[in-house]
């Protein structure tokens, strides 16, 4: 009877390389169709009587698993922090108005305006959307990178700012 324990790995030694139904001297087990030079399951009884044909492979234990370290204690997430603001209200985008205690230039948050474009404004004492409505497009075209159409922009986005900032 084939259980497991008789069960080896062989190499076929057979000198046909070509594929043909094996079948053990002893035990008359079917191997299936098998080529000299394959390796597979082969009973022991009919490893040890067929040398010529059979060579056992001699497969080392295999090693002990490494066993994972134990878990470390576990790391308590660090208290939440509060972080007291201010209360300085928000300035007014639309307007321009400043914050109480800071100043605010809001040019830059205008559509449009990029940041390079709003240091020049600024430079020019331009920090206002009223103030930027004042130069219109043609104020506006006299600063490097703003031709025509991104005055138009510009100035199409503060005045439709400022309208729904009436509204509200």
Same mark, same amino acid.
């Given at each position: ?22 079948? &053990? &001297?002893?035990?008359?087990? /079917? ?26 492979? /001699?497969?080392?234990? @295999? ?8 878990? @470390? ?34 040019? &830059? ?26 130069? &219109? ?6 600063? /490097? ?5 991104? @005055? ?12 729904? @900032?009436?509204?509200?």
């Amino acid at each position: 009877m084939a259980t497991d324990g008789n069960m080896v790995m062989a190499k076929y030694l057979h000198p046909n390389r070509g594929q043909h139904s094996v079948v &053990g &001297g002893v035990t008359k087990m /079917k191997y299936g169709f098998r080529g000299g030079g394959d390796s597979f399951l082969v009973h022991i009884d009919d490893v040890r009587a067929n040398p010529h044909l059979f060579e056992e492979i /001699k497969t080392q234990a @295999a090693p002990a698993k490494a066993q994972a370290p134990a878990p @470390a204690s576990p790391i308590a997430p660090p208290e939440p922090q509060v972080i007291e603001e201010e209360s300085v209200p928000p300035p007014d985008v639309i307007t321009g108005a400043e914050a109480p205690s800071k100043e605010v230039n809001i040019v &830059g948050r205008l559509p449009g305006v990029t940041a390079p474009i709003a240091e020049l404004l600024a430079a020019d004492g331009i920090e206002s959307a009223d103030q930027v409505l004042a130069l &219109g497009i043609d104020g506006l075209m006299e600063y /490097k990178g703003i031709g025509r159409v991104k @005055a138009e922009g510009i100035i199409e986005a503060t005045t439709q700012l400022r309208e729904i @900032a009436a509204r509200a």
